[in-house]
Structure formats: structure tokens, C-alpha cells
T-cell receptor, first 114, second 114 residues
Framework: GQSLEQPSEVTAVEGAIVQINCTYQ??????LSWYQQHDGGAPTFLSY????GLEETGRFSSFLSRSDSYGYLLLQELQMKDSASYFC???????????????FGGGTRVLVKP | NAGVTQTPKFQVLKTGQSMTLQCAQD?????MSWYRQDPGMGLRLIHY???????DQGEVPNGYNVSRSTTEDFPLRLLSAAPSQTSVYFC?????????????FGPGTRLTVT
């Protein structure tokens, strides 16, 4: 099975930097994804890491260390609109090795204050 | 493109009733999945499919059935509703390959079982 751990809540001010850590234990691992979800909304994709290292997309970056079973999402230059829940998710291929099966962590609620 | 659509948006059931949650996508995605999200929690995988006629169980399949007769549609059937099935249900789809394995989520169905 899979299990993922991430902090439940983080509070920061506008303009600050926030790092959300995610540690995982898996029986099969093909990559780590991050999703954002605003209250009342659907999750939306932010990033995916299959290999070790840092992936940068604008103000958001994601890091993976496969040997440490660890990743993080870095949110820079925080804006009020970044107040949301952020989920890490481990990908394995599922049946017929043809899928995109995700197991999600419990989520980190980020509150951005003025 | 409409993306991923779900109906209904809201539903109230009495214990023991059955119903089908509808999900459709117009992106020709091979992979489709159903998640449930309880308040303040992450998403838990119920069932998933890697193509027409191919489905498998996720983390919490009990009380739910699925079938996939077309690429576009992936309905979720609640056999005999229980209060423990009160939740928000999200359908998602993606290609089975690609660089990011991004999953696209529908807007969700908010189900209350009394």
C-alpha cells in the first residue's frame, strides 16, 4: 500500500516563501504529483516529478528525492489567491501497468495573511 | 471542450436508496477514476479504469460499483446508500502516458445520505 505524510496547516504573509514537505512509503513508485484545491473547488494539477531534482513552474517549484522518499512544494512570492489546500500524490501504474493511479496525502491548508 | 463533467452537482439520499453518479469526458482520455473526499481530508480512490471494459478497485471500493462501456463515460453506482457515504465525489481523467500524467477533475458531486 501507499501512505503519505504532509503538514496539516501552514500560515504565512503575502510575499513570503512556504515549503510544504511530503514523505511517502509506497509499494510501487513512478512519480510524485502536487495538486491545489481552493475551498469548494476541484483539485487542479500543479507539478509532477518522476526524477530526482527540482522542477520550476513560475512561482511554484517542486522537488523530489527518491532515495529519501521525500518531496516538497515551494511557493514563492505568496499571494492571497494562493490560500488553498495543497496535496501531494504518489503515482503508480495500476492494472495492466497502463494507468495513472494516484494515492493522495491528507493535504496542507495554506493560509496567506496580508 | 467541456473537459470532465459530473451530474448531479448535489444529491440527498435516504439510507438504503441506490443511485448513479454520472461522469463524462471529451478529451479521449484512457484513464478515468472516482475519488471521495470527506471534510478536511485528502482524496481517496474508489475505482479506476484504464480503458473501456477494464476497471479495478481502489482504496475504498466497498458499496460502489463501476463499469466502463465507452471511452467517454464512467458512472459510479451506489448500491445501498449509507450515512458513511456522505461525501464529495470527484471524477478525474487523464492520458495513461505523457510527461506529467496530469489528471483533470470534474466539479464534484456533493452527496448527503440521511
Amino acid at each position: 500500500g501507499q501512505s503519505l505524510e504532509q503538514p496539516s496547516e501552514v500560515t504565512a504573509v503575502e510575499g513570503a516563501i512556504v515549503q510544504i514537505n511530503c514523505t511517502y512509503q509506497t509499494s510501487g513508485f513512478y512519480g510524485l504529483s502536487w495538486y491545489q484545491q481552493h475551498d469548494g473547488g476541484a483539485p487542479t494539477f500543479l507539478s509532477y516529478n518522476a526524477l530526482d531534482g527540482l522542477e520550476e513552474t513560475g512561482r511554484f517549484s517542486s522537488f523530489l528525492s527518491r532515495s529519501d522518499s521525500y518531496g516538497y512544494l515551494l511557493l514563492q512570492e505568496l499571494q492571497m489567491k494562493d490560500s488553498a489546500s495543497y496535496f501531494c500524490a504518489v503515482r503508480d501504474r495500476g492494472i495492466k501497468a497502463a494507468g495513472n493511479k494516484l494515492t493522495f496525502g491528507g493535504g496542507t491548508r495554506v493560509l496567506v495573511k496580508p | 471542450n467541456a473537459g470532465v463533467t459530473q451530474t448531479p452537482k448535489f444529491q440527498v439520499l435516504k439510507t438504503g436508496q441506490s443511485m448513479t453518479l454520472q461522469c463524462a469526458q471529451d478529451m479521449n482520455h484512457e484513464y478515468m477514476s472516482w475519488y471521495r473526499q470527506d471534510p478536511g481530508m485528502g482524496l481517496r480512490l474508489i475505482h479506476y479504469s484504464v480503458g473501456a471494459g477494464i476497471t479495478d478497485q481502489g482504496e475504498v471500493p466497498n458499496g460502489y460499483n463501476v463499469s466502463r462501456s465507452t471511452t467517454e463515460d464512467f458512472p459510479l453506482r451506489l448500491l445501498s446508500a449509507a450515512p458513511s457515504q456522505t461525501s464529495v465525489y470527484f471524477c478525474a481523467s487523464s492520458h495513461t502516458g505523457g510527461a506529467t500524467y496530469e489528471q483533470y477533475f470534474g466539479p464534484g458531486t456533493r452527496l448527503t445520505v440521511t
